[in-house]
């Protein structure tokens, strides 16, 4: 078997889809979650070890133009349950949120165009991640800040600007 993601992946106990034969929907979540994080773990890493594939998904990916080629990005997978992937350049004060959707749709508090995106949690509700990025990009004075989905097909199209947040759709 060859040396890549795919191989460790295939080989983890994540790959098996008869696994999710006869399972109820919590635990059918929790497996999907598995997926992504595993996705999410493998581009962290690549991004901190390849400098092509790096400038790439920044250019590409998260639109960043000249900072695409700077060094001193750190990828932080998961840090709070607003990010998958938190992506820091203190440099340029650059702070880029994404959040990678494989098998599920995102939520109205993950998605910038539904009014939720920016709203504090009340109740039993979820915090909307345009209101979590913000507190968290005022505390740690970050002033360039993006939030990109990946999804396989992108359920927003149109890119918008929340406040001081870039909002990237990207499939």
């Known amino acids: 078997m060859s040396v890549s993601f795919t191989a460790l992946f295939e080989r983890s106990k ?23 994080r595993f996705a999410v773990s493998a581009v ?11 400038s790439h998904f920044l250019q590409r990916i998260c639109e960043l133009g000249n900072l695409a080629s700077c060094s001193g990005w750190d990828a932080l997978v998961e840090p709070d349950n ?26 109205p508090h993950q998605d ?25 990009s ?8 993006c939030y990109v989905t990946v999804q396989k097909e992108a359920s927003w199209k149109i890119e918008s600007k929340c406040t001081q947040l870039s909002c990237i759709p990207r499939e």
């Open 44 to 54: 962290g890493f690549v991004l901190e070890h390849d400098t092509a594939f790096r």
């Open 82 to 107: 607003w990010a998958d992937l938190l992506l820091k350049h203190n440099a340029s004060s650059s702070l880029v949120v994404v959040e990678f959707k494989i098998d599920a749709k995102l939520e």
């Open 14 to 36: 994540y790959s098996d889809s008869r696994k999710w034969v006869g399972l109820d929907e919590p635990e059918r979540e929790r497996l999907m979650k598995q997926h992504e």
């Open 138 to 145: 005022k505390a740690e004075r970050w002033t360039n800040v």
């Open 112 to 136: 910038p165009t539904r009014p939720e995106f920016n709203l504090r949690a009340t109740g039993n509700g979820c915090t909307g991640y345009g209101w979590e990025i913000e507190q968290f």
